[in-house]
């Protein structure tokens, strides 16, 4: 399952500082995979006032385990490898 909040598709919000606009967008983004993890990604874009459109990003990830009790002794090092992996190229 993926889901992101807002859509891709949101407006940019506008905020005004010292007489100049920054657009802003901001979105988290969630990756569940069955018995594996759930990744979740957030994320902030602006820019800056006179920048040409140079957009710049910050970007925070995580991961949380989902129930280990499921995964059988001998998968979990390549369950814990796969969902490492996902979490680098989410």
Not at 39 to 65: E, N, Y
């Amino acid at each position: 399952m993926f889901e992101q909040d807002p859509p891709p598709e949101a407006d940019p919000i506008s905020i005004t500082v010292d007489q100049k606009v920054w657009n802003v967008t901001a979105a988290k983004k969630m990756l569940v995979t069955v018995d594996e993890s759930i990744i979740t990604k957030k994320v902030i874009c602006f820019t800056p006032p006179k920048a040409a459109g140079a957009r710049q990003c910050c970007v925070d990830k995580s991961m949380a385990a989902l129930d280990e009790d499921n995964i059988e002794p001998a998968d979990e090092a390549a369950t814990k490898s796969y969902a490492k992996a996902r979490l680098e190229c989410f």
